[in-house]
């Protein structure tokens, strides 16, 4: 017998890698595209560094919105006891 | 002494204490003792299970050793510290369902119970073990000198009273309320940790008279406190992106995080937990971490770095705030260390003494050696912080990564590969640990990437090549994954 759950299980798992790596380019693309340069030419957003404002403060916003928006779209409820399952 | 600060304190231990001894009700009336003392019954709610994942692996480094660094090193650090928020929702999305269904059906209790369902080898477990003991032992060490240093520094009582104070307080309510406290409190203790966070980092943006002042003063004393590469540039980009292994993806890999998946009531509880973890982990990683670099100019010449957060939070705030506030680095070290000495006492009293010292153990015998166990490890943990060492956060992290380099594959790959066994996994468990121990100690940063990067990567690939060179000797067997 094929555990149907277990099918959403290895989906659901594979949608969080991806979010790690779209985190993970949103974070690290942010910091060191714009961060890069001279600290004297920084341009600055809401008084932060911009790099320092779209990796770690909009990013963050962003990737908070995007794991509730993928929740609602993708994740499915199941029950964790087997008798549930079986009956 | 500063009364005004001790008073919110106290109420917060007398909660604390409050909820133990509630919990303690349902330990006497439960049917399972184990189940109920070590796993709350299975009934935690999505709210509650997000706050003590987040409490638990938010801890003393996160409030007193982390805004240190950042203090120094300036926002380069808070980059690094905000590696951390795949911690909230990753580890749930990949341990969630299938761990939870799992778990239920092999009536695991403990992360090795799993284990040794999933691999039937003693060797496994016993190596489990070991690990979990030497390695969290040494992380409940960091914890406990992190809440002894606290509480020495708000009331002025040296460090041995305070010490015995801070682990007087745990010790209480984890033995007696075992796990149902300890996640409830977590619960209390996030909330604070967040509330804390946003008061704090209100309060010194206010002090340093607005963001675009403080940075101004920052660029004015060094730039490089404001670019992502740290005060000396010895944050670099491979560093940085190799130490999100560390402390954002390799969280998977952590029993004291990885048994919390074990313990929701239902999958709708986990999809809340994800959302809330993730918002609050995020809130306290990025709060706290700013604020350290924030008190740089409100607070200059600091140079013990434990010291800036309890320093700043009396300089800015008015006593009663501040004492809300000093509750935060309190209630994280507190949840930190009770969940960790709920995992090392589970793995001695289930996973040692029912499995190989006595089987026949019924509940009375079970219980006795629950409450002898817990208590007997946290005092042993007294003696040896009684002589702490320096920074927190590297010992802390050693313990972080010794324990990815052991567990991350032998968990992930044994509920997700059907052809993971029990030779795979030894193998790369054991070279997992010590290529950890050799890097870190002799190596420290091989190529100027993070030290556990290696051993991660290497345990991968030995885990796999062993298991397909094994694998024909398992063809019979069926699998429950």
């Given at each position: 017998m094929k555990d149907q759950r277990f099918k959403i299980a290895h989906r659901e798992a594979l949608i969080g890698i991806g979010l790690v790596i779209v985190n993970f380019a949103i974070w690290f693309g942010f910091a060191y595209g714009l961060g890069?340069?001279?600290?004297?030419?920084y341009t600055y957003v809401f008084g932060f560094p911009a790099w320092f404002f779209y990796s770690c403060i909009a990013g963050t916003g962003f990737m908070i919105i995007l794991i509730w928006v993928v929740l609602k779209l993708f994740f499915k409820e199941v029950p964790f006891d087997d008798e549930e399952v079986d009956q | 002494m500063h009364w005004q600060v001790i008073v919110p304190l106290l109420l917060f231990l007398v909660i604390i204490f409050g909820i133990g001894i509630w919990s303690n009700k349902h330990i006497r009336s439960s049917n399972s003792f184990l189940q109920e003392y070590f796993l709350g019954g299975r009934e935690m709610g999505g709210f509650i299970l997000a706050m003590t994942m987040i409490a638990t692996y938010g801890s003393a480094s996160s409030f007193i050793g982390g805004p240190g660094v950042a203090y120094t090193k300036g926002l380069g650090w808070v980059l690094l510290a905000m590696?951390?928020?795949?911690?909230g929702y990753f580890v749930l999305m990949i341990f969630r369902k299938k761990f939870a269904i799992i778990a239920r059906r092999y009536q695991a209790i403990t992360l090795i119970d799993f284990l040794r369902e999933r691999y039937k080898s003693h060797v496994i477990v016993i190596l489990s073990a070991i690990s979990i003991i030497v390695f969290l032992f040494s992380a409940m060490m960091a914890q406990w000198v992190g809440g002894a240093r606290l509480i020495e520094s708000l009331t002025g009582l040296n460090y041995t009273t305070a010490l015995f104070i801070f682990a007087f307080s745990v010790l209480v309510y984890v033995i007696i309320g075992g796990f149902r406290a300890v996640a409830l409190t977590d619960a209390v203790q996030g909330s604070i940790m967040v509330i804390g966070t946003i008061i704090l980092l209100i309060g010194t943006v206010i002090a340093g008279g607005g963001i675009d002042n403080i940075m101004a003063s920052l660029v004015a004393e060094n730039p490089n406190l404001v670019s992502p590469f740290g005060a000396e540039g010895e944050l670099t980009p491979l560093y940085v992106s190799t130490f999100w292994i560390l402390i954002g993806i390799g969280v998977v890999g952590l029993p004291q995080i990885a048994v919390r998946?074990?313990?929701?009531?239902d999958s709708r509880s986990m999809h809340l937990a994800i959302i809330i973890g993730t918002i609050a982990i995020g809130t306290i990683m990025f709060g706290m971490h700013l604020i350290g670099v924030l008190a740089r100019p409100v607070l200059p010449g600091i140079e013990i770095g434990d010291k800036v957060m309890p320093l700043l939070t009396l300089k800015v705030l008015p006593p009663f705030l501040a004492g809300i506030v000093l509750a935060a680095p309190m209630a994280a070290t507190m949840s930190t260390v009770n969940a960790l000495l709920m995992l090392v006492s589970s793995t001695v009293v289930k996973d040692i003494y029912l499995n190989y010292i006595k089987p026949t153990a019924n509940d009375t015998e079970i219980k006795r050696a629950s409450f002898i166990v817990t208590a007997v490890i946290g005092l042993v943990v007294i003696i040896f912080a009684l002589n702490p060492p320096d920074l927190l956060v590297w010992l802390n992290l050693f313990a972080f990564g010794g324990l990815e380099a052991v567990f991350i594959w032998t968990v992930v790959l044994g509920l997700?590969?059907?052809?993971?066994n029990k030779y795979g996994a030894i193998v790369s468990m054991i070279s997992g640990m010590t290529l950890y121990i050799i890097i870190d100690r002799f190596y420290p940063s091989v190529f100027g990437m993070h030290t556990v990067t290696i051993p991660i990567v290497a345990s991968f690939f030995i885990f796999v090549i062993v298991s397909l060179l094994t694998s024909?000797?398992?063809?019979e067997e069926k699998l429950f994954i």
């Open positions: 890069s340069g001279d600290p004297a030419n | 590696a951390q928020l795949p911690a998946a074990m313990s929701y009531k997700y590969w059907k052809k993971a024909h000797k398992f063809k």
